[in-house]
């Protein structure tokens, strides 16, 4: 299994702007189908956004219209832009990784995961 890393979270107020990355060291990536969930305290964690070897994409509908998930196969690294964030978007993302390279949209199906990068949106 490839090793995952995501980075990009911080403090923002609301109606902020955030980019999160997550870079994989397999030399496959771009056969990957690549996920974004988020898991906010005392509460599942969630499917946010993916995007299938293909190119094809896939959002919740809490972050539809606000977030762009896209990805660099050169670079090993799928990108999640956020836009007009809201304090309840505060989390910890995690990128995950589905070898089939399929769009997914449960946590289940994804078989490798990063640790996570926080992201804090103040009203």
């Known amino acids: 299994q490839v090793q995952v890393g995501e980075s990009g979270g911080g403090l923002v107020q609301a109606g902020g702007s955030l980019r999160l990355s997550c870079k994989t060291s397999g030399r496959t990536f771009s056969t990957y189908g690549m996920g974004w969930f988020r898991q906010a305290p005392e509460k599942e964690r969630e499917f946010v956004a993916a995007?299938?070897?293909?190119?094809?994409?896939r959002y919740a509908d809490s972050v539809k219209g606000r977030f762009t998930i896209s990805r660099d196969n050169a670079e090993n690294t799928v990108y999640l832009q956020m836009n007009s964030l809201r304090p309840d978007d505060t989390a910890l993302y995690y990128c995950?990784?589905?070898?089939?390279?399929?769009?997914?949209?449960?946590?289940?199906?994804?078989?490798?995961w990063g640790q996570g990068t926080q992201v804090t949106v103040s009203s």
């Open positions: 995007v299938g070897r293909s190119g094809g994409t």
């Open positions: 995950a990784v589905d070898y089939a390279g399929l769009i997914r949209t449960a946590r289940e199906e994804y078989e490798s």
